[in-house]
């Protein structure tokens, strides 16, 4: 079951929102025609569309990478557009968790301070960063794989060190883009499972995929197409209204299996 916790104010919400690159030139494009969301402290949210649709360039403004042409974005209760960049920036490192499909951890650190990274530019003592991100490591399963570099970590590995710095700060929001694009099936399934278990914990996991196996895995489903968000689906563990494989080895390595039913 879902840790939702009942909470009048979401940890997201856009309103209008709207994002439109060139505008009133004849190259004009409308890479986000007016998108409402919320999402409550304790989701896990996908948000899934094909290339061009927009889920892209919604990860960036809910990530506070980029700004609206129009619309208000609240993250975690605060008014995004209300802040400086000093401002916009804290808030960037303190509320939100990024991880993404490509790691980007720095090679010639070790796993331990890859995650402990993070809490070097909010001023924690070095005592202090390393005893969390080892907390961290733990977390994720790595408890005895923090002195190793990424070289000499698996994918799988890799990418849990990176959901640890992404948990690091304790951030309101976990925001994975395409995080099992560059694993194999089983793996892949490891960390959406990993996910969901830190949902389970609390965590706002906010998934950005194209794959609808990938998005089974979240309690529900945001689709958008051309700007605009059609649909929203309701995905019970199992029954997500999308079609799946018959069995694993009928599975691509290039997709992941739905979930099971619990």
């Given at each position: 079951?879902?840790?939702?916790?009942?909470?009048?104010?979401?940890?997201?919400?856009?309103?209008?929102?709207?994002?439109?690159?060139?505008?009133?030139?004849?190259?004009?494009?409308?890479?986000?025609?007016?998108?409402?969301?919320?999402?409550?402290?304790?989701?896990?949210?996908?948000?899934?569309?094909?290339?061009?649709?927009?889920?892209?360039?919604?990860?960036?403004?809910?990530?506070?990478?980029?700004?609206?042409?129009?619309?208000?974005?609240?993250?975690?209760?605060?008014?995004?557009?209300?802040?400086?960049?000093?401002?916009?920036?804290?808030?960037?490192?303190?509320?939100?968790?990024?991880?993404?499909?490509?790691?980007?951890?720095?090679?010639?650190?070790?796993?331990?301070?890859?995650?402990?990274?993070?809490?070097?530019?909010?001023?924690?003592?070095?005592?202090?960063?390393?005893?969390?991100?080892?907390?961290?490591?733990?977390?994720?399963?790595?408890?005895?794989?923090?002195?190793?570099?990424?070289?000499?970590?698996?994918?799988g590995q890799q990418q849990?060190?990176?959901?640890?710095?992404?948990?690091?700060?304790?951030?309101?929001?976990?925001?994975?883009?395409?995080?099992?694009g560059a694993l194999d099936?089983?793996?892949?399934?490891?960390?959406?499972?990993?996910?969901?278990?830190?949902?389970?914990?609390?965590?706002?996991?906010?998934?950005?995929?194209?794959?609808?196996?990938?998005?089974?895995?979240?309690?529900?489903?945001?689709?958008?197409?051309?700007?605009?968000?059609?649909?929203?689906?309701?995905?019970?563990?199992?029954?997500?209204?999308?079609?799946?494989?018959?069995?694993?080895?009928?599975?691509?390595?290039?997709?992941?299996?739905?979930?099971?039913?619990?």
């Amino acid at each position: 079951m879902s840790a939702v916790v009942a909470d009048a104010t979401p940890v997201i919400e856009t309103r209008a929102l709207r994002k439109v690159y060139a505008e009133g030139s004849e190259a004009e494009v409308v890479a986000l025609a007016g998108v409402d969301l919320r999402i409550a402290r304790g989701e896990f949210v996908a948000i899934m569309g094909p290339s061009g649709s927009g889920k892209s360039t919604l990860m960036n403004l809910i990530g506070c990478l980029d700004t609206p042409t129009s619309g208000q974005y609240l993250c975690d209760g605060v008014d995004v557009a209300t802040l400086d960049r000093e401002q916009s920036a804290i808030l960037r490192r303190d509320k939100i968790g990024f991880v993404f499909q490509g790691f980007n951890l720095l090679s010639r650190m070790t796993a331990a301070d890859n995650v402990a990274m993070p809490l070097g530019y909010a001023g924690v003592p070095p005592a202090e960063r390393r005893r969390l991100a080892l907390e961290a490591l733990a977390e994720v399963g790595l408890a005895d794989r923090t002195a190793h570099r990424p070289s000499e970590l698996s994918g799988g590995q890799q990418q849990r060190v990176a959901i640890a710095r992404a948990l690091i700060n304790r951030p309101a929001i976990l925001l994975a883009d395409e995080p099992t694009g560059a694993l194999d099936s089983r793996t892949g399934e490891e960390i959406l499972a990993l996910f969901r278990r830190l949902r389970d914990e609390g965590h706002t996991v906010v998934l950005i995929t194209h794959d609808p196996e990938v998005a089974a895995y979240a309690d529900r489903t945001c689709v958008m197409r051309d700007g605009e968000m059609h649909e929203e689906r309701g995905l019970g563990i199992g029954d997500s209204g999308f079609e799946t494989a018959p069995d694993a080895a009928a599975v691509s390595h290039s997709s992941i299996p739905a979930p099971r039913p619990r």
